[in-house]
């Protein structure tokens, strides 16, 4: 009876690890311990469970840009939403140079922004690690001056030859220009990548057909994007996340009600461009909690 009442007090004090098994010649107390056990394993489970999603959280949540780069002429929005499990969905924004010598000089304003959007297959604290160190890839690209290309061929050959675990990694890359509003995209996987034409009232996608990172040896040689934003336009990156989201009949979201709400807010700024297409999600939800991550990227040409 000692031992039981030994691991009973271990696990009031929140202490799930493994201890010395209970053993007697009693069966009402083989049964009891075996319970214990059960009971011992079950919320071990379930701690590290928690912990897992709690660190996942945690490493998310430092990877996300934090204040926005602001560039003149433009307004860029983001927002991400992780579901319970913390899958691998994240963006990235970061200013730039052509000139890297005049990085970090006050008085000469950066080129433009570059912008990253991912989702890493899997969920927990793996998959945010992954997220972080192609972030670092990412970062360490751009203020390097490395093509678009290029860089997206370094993220994946980590993925071939440094992943354990080289689940595909559908990810959009973006290079906005301050001079021209030159956005010069490239598009491995990720969809949808919508831009609405103020001047011509429509809908161009962006997201050429593609194969993800870590799917095949060479990226670099998948075709690359420009396109000149003008006064009203708008860039969409949304995640499979977004368009996948249910409502109670089981319908999808879908590409058609982000143009609906783009086409009924196109007026406004692009934080509430933003804020109507998170209102309509929940709306289309009815509130419920979101199945998988849902990562948003808007560009507006004000």
């Given at each position: 009876m000692e031992g039981l009442v030994r691991q009973g007090e271990r696990m009031q004090r929140l202490n799930f690890q493994p201890s010395?098994?209970?053993?007697?010649?009693?069966?009402?107390?083989?049964?009891?311990?075996?319970?214990?056990?059960?009971?011992?394993?079950?919320?071990?489970?379930?701690?590290?469970?928690?912990?897992?999603?709690?660190?996942?959280?945690?490493?998310?949540?430092?990877?996300?840009?934090?204040?926005?780069?602001?560039?003149?002429?433009?307004?860029?929005?983001?927002?991400?939403?992780?579901?319970?499990?913390?899958?691998?969905?994240?963006?990235?924004?970061?200013?730039?140079?052509?000139?890297?010598?005049?990085?970090?000089?006050?008085?000469?304003?950066?080129?433009?922004?570059?912008?990253?959007?991912?989702?890493?297959?899997?969920?927990?604290?793996?998959?945010?690690?992954?997220?972080?160190?192609?972030?670092?890839?990412?970062?360490?690209?751009?203020?390097?001056?490395?093509?678009?290309?290029?860089?997206?061929?370094?993220?994946?050959?980590?993925?071939?030859t440094d992943v354990q675990d080289s689940s595909p990694v559908r990810s959009w890359y973006g290079l906005l220009n301050r001079s021209d509003s030159l956005l010069t995209s490239l598009c491995l996987g990720q969809e949808p990548v919508l831009r609405y034409s103020a001047a011509e009232h429509s809908f161009e996608r962006l997201d050429i057909p593609s194969s993800s990172l870590g799917f095949e040896d060479h990226v670099a040689d998948h075709p690359v994007q420009s396109v000149r934003l003008a006064k009203g336009d708008i860039v969409v990156i949304a995640s499979d996340g977004v368009v996948d989201t249910l409502s109670p009949e089981r319908d999808r979201f879908g590409v058609e009600r982000i143009k609906e709400v783009l086409l009924e807010h196109q007026q406004a700024h692009g934080k509430q461009i933003l804020e109507q297409l998170r209102q309509a999600l929940t709306d289309f939800a009815a509130g419920s909690d979101a199945d998988e991550d849902r990562t948003i990227v808007l560009i507006k040409c004000s």
């Open positions: 010395e098994p209970v053993k007697s010649n009693i069966v009402e107390i083989t049964l009891l311990a075996t319970t214990l056990e059960r009971m011992r394993q079950a919320l071990f489970s379930f701690t590290s469970v928690r912990e897992d999603i709690r660190i996942a959280h945690s490493i998310r949540r430092a990877i996300l840009p934090a204040p926005m780069p602001t560039m003149p002429g433009f307004e860029i929005e983001a927002w991400c939403e992780p579901s319970s499990e913390v899958g691998g969905e994240a963006y990235d924004v970061v200013d730039f140079w052509v000139d890297r010598q005049a990085r970090g000089k006050g008085a000469v304003p950066p080129d433009g922004v570059a912008l990253f959007i991912f989702d890493a297959a899997g969920l927990g604290v793996n998959t945010a690690v992954k997220g972080s160190q192609l972030r670092a890839i990412f970062r360490t690209g751009v203020r390097l001056g490395v093509e678009l290309p290029a860089l997206a061929q370094q993220m994946n050959h980590y993925l071939r």
